[in-house]
């Protein structure tokens, strides 16, 4: 499969050169470009260049925010390098005390670089920190298999690295590990544990309203996701005979969930580039950009989340184990919660993330929140302007409010 991927990539340079250099000659052509059939065939150049071409893992790119009307530099820096992730940090330029964010990205198939938007709005008042997990094909086979209990582990390492009073957001798939991170560490009496925890959009118990991402993993064995989707990385990479989940399958896997509205998106950009509506045109080059930058996932952990996850739902049964240890929700006392979803998700529907507090049984009831957000699907609860102006300000209000060296709750 990834022999087949490569080799149709690479039999496909000619055709995108020949479109990159189509589409720079009609750009530099003023006559052409002043008419429609000139900057419909100049964006269809351009749209077949950038779908097909192999695209790289992203940068962040936040060098600066504005705050209070002020322009201010960030700096972005690596804390900690584990084999499957960094712990990245963003500081702003005369830092000073604010409430420590530890955003866990998802590895299902994105990069962290995703939640760029979530990141630049959570450092205008904090001391943002972020998973920015690699994509396993880079990763050498002598670094061991990455688990669910790899995974935990890690967060485990970063919350004592960042140290004590960190609040902890979990965007989509993590939702089901920061729960699961607050109970093992509230148990264990854990000094770094959690001020907050704050899933968001995440399949804490996909049974409550079941998306096709849920019937899906209903519908089939186990064994039937390892034939159809799993591979083994080819020479060329520092991943070279490791059996992963490759990114372009999860990719097609994407867009087949949704295909009217890419197909959609595409007619907008071609009308957007007839006439000549810069904004739109610039908004779609970004948000493809990162959506078609994907990563490889360790098989291992693929297919234990299609298990523990998606089909026997080991968290809400409270039956998920650590390294041998049982994970009981019921040992979250002290980690305040703060649940998030979309009105019109339909990945993780409206009901699955929010399943998480009647799980906290022993959480304090002035400790929860719940917060949906009207109008919006998926990506809506983490990114674009009514994260901005609405999401983001429950989050900031609920951060401060359990912040123990700010808070007004303690």
Known sequence: MYALHDSASYLMEPIRKFAQLLRLHLGSNMKIMDVGIGRFTEGLADMYERSTRRVQKPEFNIDQVTVDGENIIVYQTTILKKPFCHLVRFTKEGQRSEPKVLIIAPVSGHFATLLRDTVKRMVLRHDVYITDWISVRDVPAAAGNFSLDEYLSYLIDFMHKIGPNTHVMAVCQPAVQVMALAALMDEADDPCMPATIIPMGGPIDPRVKKTQVNELAEKHSLSWFEKKFLTRVPAGYDGEGRRVYPGFVQLTAFISMNPD??????????????????????????????????????DIYYLETIEKIFQTYELPRNVMKYKGQSVDLRNIRRCALLTLEGEKDDISAPGQTFAAHALCKNLPADMHAHYLQPGVGHYGVFSGSKWRSQVAPQVENFIRKFDRERGSYF
């Open 261 to 298: 509205a890419h197909y959609k998106a595409h007619i907008q950009y071609l009308e957007d580039k007839i006439f000549n509506n810069e904004a739109g045109i610039e908004k779609h080059k970004i948000f493809y950009d990162e959506y078609l930058s994907v990563l490889d996932m360790d």
